[in-house]
């Protein structure tokens, strides 16, 4: 619970402003003390690394999310890099993402050696537009020179892509799908979990998901990469520096010291600290769920009637994990920009962040591909009028409500009159 003060401004003080007394974190982690004794116990065995925990956070999870086996990395980053390298992908190949994700997934397309091809978003839900895929996939080939081999749908905030039309795309051009479910435990499409739809569909289906701190569940660092069985086994050579055996096939009582070197892997392995953390954050899932989903039906409850704002489109067929709450700003109807709204949020004590600056903008990708702002409108559009709230089962219930009396107290203050809205549109400001 908060105290809550007048803020010492007095021209806030004149417009009777209250600001929490301390500052409202984005996105702590929410760790018990189950996932502190078990971090102990696992220090105080002889195995501190991959070992027996990992093996059993992997069969959890993949019990979990419905995929026949799970292979636990240090990083979604690893998993999409993994997911790549076990398809073979790399150089004069390409692959089809959006422009609004973190850069990670389109680094590790450059890591392979092959281009990410992107392919701007719906303004709806703001993941990666189906209908733009075609046009991408004839630009990668006829203007590019370059072999698509994948699409790397991101599923935003934890809402999922419609995946019908992208596996119909995939499967009708015989490419793999890659999915990166960084923010989308627990999520499902059409009742289908993510994690899941590799069972049932006509391509290769590989899907990344990330334990970062922020996330729905954390290990600190970590990730889990779920794929159909051939491909989870090539995944996990490559993630143990190509090696035939695991430290713990070599190092336990029945295991033997001998092994073969038969690519030249990386090390991605997770270790039995961190998968200490992510059982007993896995357990808790469907109560953090919970949480989220509160927070975001409370949010829209409170902002869904206020014309300066839009709150999250939510499909029909969704299961939305509720990794982000990103509202979005009616910027004609304001006197104030995005980044000013998060100053003045800031100012009132809540942290607030972007998710995310489209990648065509970022100066690597801008200037090895020559991308102006409006290559992909919508992104772009989209991007200049986000702000992600605080949504974390971290928040108690007087969090949440400070954060609806300071967005709605901005609001008010920058609120423009009518006429001044007529002016702005017809300008085309
Ligand atoms: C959409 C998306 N993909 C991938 C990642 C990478 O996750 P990690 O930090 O576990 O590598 C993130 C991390 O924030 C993300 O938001």
């Keep these: 619970m908060h105290v809550w003060r007048k803020t010492a401004d007095p021209q806030a003080l004149q417009k009777s402003v209250v600001v929490r007394d301390s500052f409202l974190p984005f996105s702590p982690p929410l760790i018990g003390e189950d996932e502190i004794a078990e971090v102990v116990d696992t220090l105080r065995s002889d195995w501190i690394t991959t070992g027996p925990k990992v093996k059993r956070f992997e069969q959890s999870f993949a019990e979990t999310v419905g995929a026949p086996d799970a292979l636990a990395v240090s990083s979604c980053t690893a998993a999409l890099h993994l997911s790549l390298l076990a398809l073979g992908i790399g150089s004069g190949d390409a692959v089809i993402t959006t422009p609004?994700?973190?850069?990670?997934?389109?680094?590790?397309?450059e890591h392979v050696g092959a281009q990410p091809v992107l392919a701007d978003v719906e303004a709806g839900t703001l993941n990666l537009d189906a209908r733009a895929i075609p046009a991408a996939v004839e630009r990668a080939e006829r203007d590019l020179g370059l072999r698509v081999k994948a699409i790397m749908p991101v599923h935003l905030s934890g809402h999922p892509c419609d995946m019908d039309p992208i596996l119909a795309i995939a499967a009708e051009r015989g490419l793999a799908v890659i999915e990166d479910a960084a923010h989308s435990l627990p999520a499902s499409y059409k009742g289908k979990t993510i994690g899941s739809l590799s069972i049932s569909a006509r391509v290769p289906v590989l899907t990344s998901f990330s334990f970062y701190a922020t996330k729905n569940l954390t290990t600190a660092?970590?990730?889990?990469?779920?794929?159909?069985?051939?491909?989870?086994?090539?995944?996990?050579?490559?993630?143990?520096?190509?090696?035939?055996?695991?430290?713990?096939?070599?190092?336990?009582?029945?295991?033997?010291?001998?092994?073969?070197?038969?690519?030249?892997?990386?090390?991605?392995n997770m270790t039995d600290i961190q998968a200490a953390l992510g059982l007993h954050q896995l357990k808790k899932l469907p109560v953090f769920h919970q949480r989220r989903s509160e927070i975001a039906y409370r949010y829209n409850d409170a902002f869904g009637a206020i014309e300066e704002l839009e709150t999250p489109t939510r499909r029909a067929w969704a299961g939305h994990a509720w990794h982000l709450y990103v509202l979005r700003l009616n910027l004609e109807q304001m006197a104030i920009s995005r980044d000013q709204f998060i100053a003045e949020l800031h100012s009132r004590n809540i942290g607030t962040s972007v998710h995310f600056i489209p990648i065509h903008l970022h100066a690597f990708y801008r200037d090895k591909y020559g991308y102006v702002p409006e290559d992909f409108p919508v992104a772009n559009h989209e991007y200049r009028r986000m702000v992600s709230l605080p949504c974390s089962p971290r928040m108690q219930k007087q969090d949440v409500e400070d954060v609806i009396d300071a967005v709605t107290s901005v609001v008010t203050k920058f609120r423009r009159p009518v006429k001044a809205r007529q002016f702005v549109r017809a300008a085309g400001r």
């Design 221 to 268: 660092e970590g990730g889990m990469l779920v794929a159909p069985p051939a491909l989870l086994q090539e995944a996990r050579l490559w993630s143990q520096h190509g090696m035939s055996r695991d430290a713990w096939k070599r190092y336990s009582a029945d295991g033997s010291w001998f092994y073969e070197v038969v690519r030249p892997g990386f090390k991605y």
């Design 100 to 109: 609004l994700t973190f850069c990670s997934g389109v680094h590790v397309i």
